[in-house]
């Protein structure tokens, strides 16, 4: 009786299935630790990374936008817009261009590393603006 599928097939499957998971977790491993070190160089708790929802929120404290944009990532099609307007203010928040930006969004695995890794990019603040330009007043009335 000849089977469709053989043992060996079925067991290269297996080993290829493996390979794949490894290379996923070791992955996701390094794009973990280059946020949380992202993170950490702006001030924020790096642990806070492996929270989900938290770690959005902490997300827009460090590129300076309000919690609401967290439900904005819930509305579908509009979420990829915002998404691409984090990582952009992201990229900004670290002296980075709109460049560094477009390598954020295709070549997450290079460029996450390089912006956590690298001893010359430094956390300017949110959005690309200096912290101690931040205007510190509530609304328009001007109160400190």
Do not use: C, H
Not at 59 to 84: C, T
Not at 93 to 117: C, E, H, N, Q, R
């Amino acid at each position: 009786m000849n089977d469709y599928y053989s043992e060996s097939s079925s067991a290269s499957l297996a080993v290829f299935g493996l390979g794949f998971f490894l290379f996923w977790f070791a992955v996701m491993l390094l794009l973990t630790i280059s946020n949380w070190r992202i993170f950490t160089k702006a001030g924020q708790p790096g642990w806070a990374v492996l929270i989900p929802i938290y770690s959005t929120l902490v997300l827009l404290k460090i590129i300076g936008k309000p919690a609401i944009w967290l439900l904005y990532l819930f509305i579908p099609f509009y979420n990829i817009y915002i998404a691409i307007v984090m990582i952009n203010l992201l990229s900004k928040s670290f002296g980075k261009d709109s460049g560094f930006t477009v390598g954020l969004i295709f070549l997450p695995i290079i460029f996450y590393p390089i912006l956590a890794f690298s001893s010359n990019i430094r956390y300017i603040g949110p959005g690309g603006q200096p912290l101690e330009n931040l205007d510190t007043t509530i609304g328009s009335i001007g109160l400190s």
